[in-house]
């Protein structure tokens, strides 16, 4: 004889706690969003110190200015004017600033400088196309020569804003320069 068994429907499985659940999904889930939330807010905040900004930031006498930002605009390389760098720049002229970059010196046989050029990058500078004087700023030093440092520097200074040409009509600068102080980031 065989004997049948028909399956019961009263099978009990253990009780989940969805009060425990609910909680411990919904923290991992506020955990989640809070660090996205920060991480895009640190971008986010990032991204306007330099855009809202345009690269200029005030700190106590002197201004941070971002040399990318300083450095990013059409300018005729033949016939540019004062004109043709952003107003609010031209503001800079003749305040103390504080900026970012790498020193460029290919004329240089010592390690130590009394002039140079100061970029943003000297490997990212330029992907559209050659290099522009406009970023480039001419850097002088007032207190004597100072060590020439590889990779980024942090130079403090007096920036004048003011378009200079070689005899020859060809336009040598639009940033210049006099360095306080140089230091390696």
């Not at 499985?13 to 919904?26: E, H, K, M, Q």
């Not at 905040?45 to 059409?74: C, E, N, R």
């Not at 980024?152 to 320069?177: F, Q």
Request: proline share 6%; with cysteine; glycine share 8%.
């Amino acid at each position: 004889m065989s004997q049948t068994t028909t399956p019961s429907s009263s099978v009990e499985f253990p009780a989940i706690r969805r009060d425990r659940v609910g909680s411990l999904f919904n923290l991992r889930v506020l955990v989640f969003i809070t660090v996205v939330l920060s991480i895009f807010g640190a971008l986010g905040y990032l991204w306007w110190s330099v855009a809202g900004t345009h690269g200029i930031i005030q700190k106590g006498d002197a201004y941070q200015v971002d040399l990318k930002s300083m450095s990013t605009f059409p300018f005729d390389q033949i016939h540019g004017t004062i004109e043709d760098v952003p107003q609010r720049y031209r503001e800079l002229d003749g305040k103390k600033v504080i900026l970012i970059g790498e020193m460029w010196a290919p004329n240089a046989a010592s390690d130590r400088l009394n002039q140079f050029e100061l970029v943003y990058s000297i490997a990212k500078c330029c992907f559209s196309g050659p290099p522009q004087i406009q970023h480039f700023v001419q850097a002088t030093t007032v207190k004597g020569p100072v060590p020439y440092y590889s990779g980024l520097v942090r130079v403090t200074g007096t920036l004048k804003v003011e378009i200079t040409k070689a005899p020859d009509g060809k336009i040598t600068g639009v940033y210049h320069l006099s360095v306080d102080q140089v230091e390696p980031v």
